[in-house]
């Protein structure tokens, strides 16, 4: 079932996920609906806070995308990013580590804005997965930057936080809509 995605200007966005003590069917038919409503969507990456739940669940599947790499290395040695994909990492801790990279980046959450991000560029990842076993990878490109932008999302944490101040305040009318456009939606959704 495709989820409506929750948009900026929403609290859930601000939320710091709960951990996910048991894959219970709730949770396993949510990974199901946040995977159909990314793909439907055309996104890389989406959290579940996008889909109005508070927890440290995401999905990513980067296979779509041909013209950013993506590595990953398992038990220490180079394995084929498909390894991992479609990737489901619950309570995930990450470890940010590398050179600093610059990269365009968007958010099913805020359509139509995109801007260069810095992040580090690689990324050691420890999670469970969607059958609630443990998971260990490292990562580079552009999954090591959609982990690190998902996992931001399970700690209320958003893209617009790690944008240069300039580029902020450059797209400040187009937030400012954004946001009033969706306490607008929630309020009449409420009324
Ligand atoms: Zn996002």
Same mark, same amino acid.
């Given at each position: 079932?495709?989820?409506?995605?929750?948009? =900026?200007?929403? %609290?859930?966005?601000?939320?710091?996920?709960?951990?996910?003590?048991?894959? !219970?069917?709730?949770?396993?038919?949510?990974?199901?609906?946040?995977?159909? !409503?990314?793909?439907?969507? $055309?996104?890389?990456?989406? *959290? /579940?806070?996008?889909?109005?739940? /508070?927890?440290?669940?995401?999905?990513?599947?980067?296979?779509?995308?041909?013209?950013? %790499?993506?590595?990953?290395?398992?038990?220490?040695?180079? $394995?084929?990013? $498909?390894?991992?994909? %479609?990737?489901? @990492?619950?309570? &995930?801790?990450?470890? &940010? =580590?590398?050179?600093?990279? /610059?990269?365009?980046?968007?958010?099913?959450? =805020?359509?139509?804005?995109?801007?260069?991000? !810095?992040?580090?560029?690689?990324?050691?990842?420890?999670?469970?997965?969607?059958?609630?076993?443990?998971?260990? =990878?490292?990562?580079?490109?552009?999954?090591?930057? *959609?982990?690190?932008?998902?996992?931001?999302?399970?700690?209320?944490?958003?893209?617009?936080?790690?944008?240069?101040?300039? *580029?902020?305040?450059?797209?400040?009318?187009? @937030?400012?809509?954004?946001?009033?456009? !969706?306490?607008?939606?929630?309020?009449?959704?409420?009324?």
């Amino acid at each position: 079932m495709i989820l409506p995605i929750v948009k =900026f200007g929403n %609290p859930v966005l601000r939320q710091k996920g709960a951990r996910v003590e048991k894959i !219970t069917p709730d949770i396993k038919k949510l990974i199901e609906d946040m995977f159909e !409503t990314m793909y439907a969507a $055309a996104g890389v990456g989406l *959290a /579940a806070q996008q889909v109005g739940r /508070a927890l440290q669940l995401t999905v990513i599947d980067v296979r779509g995308v041909k013209d950013r %790499p993506s590595t990953i290395e398992l038990d220490g040695k180079p $394995a084929e990013v $498909a390894a991992v994909m %479609p990737l489901v @990492l619950i309570n &995930p801790g990450i470890q &940010p =580590f590398g050179d600093p990279v /610059a990269g365009p980046e968007g958010c099913l959450s =805020f359509p139509e804005i995109f801007e260069e991000i !810095t992040r580090p560029g690689s990324v050691e990842v420890n999670a469970l997965d969607a059958k609630g076993q443990p998971v260990h =990878f490292k990562s580079s490109g552009l999954l090591a930057r *959609a982990i690190q932008h998902e996992t931001d999302h399970l700690n209320g944490i958003l893209f617009i936080d790690r944008m240069p101040l300039k *580029a902020k305040q450059a797209l400040k009318v187009e @937030l400012d809509e954004l946001q009033a456009e !969706t306490k607008a939606t929630l309020q009449s959704k409420l009324g």
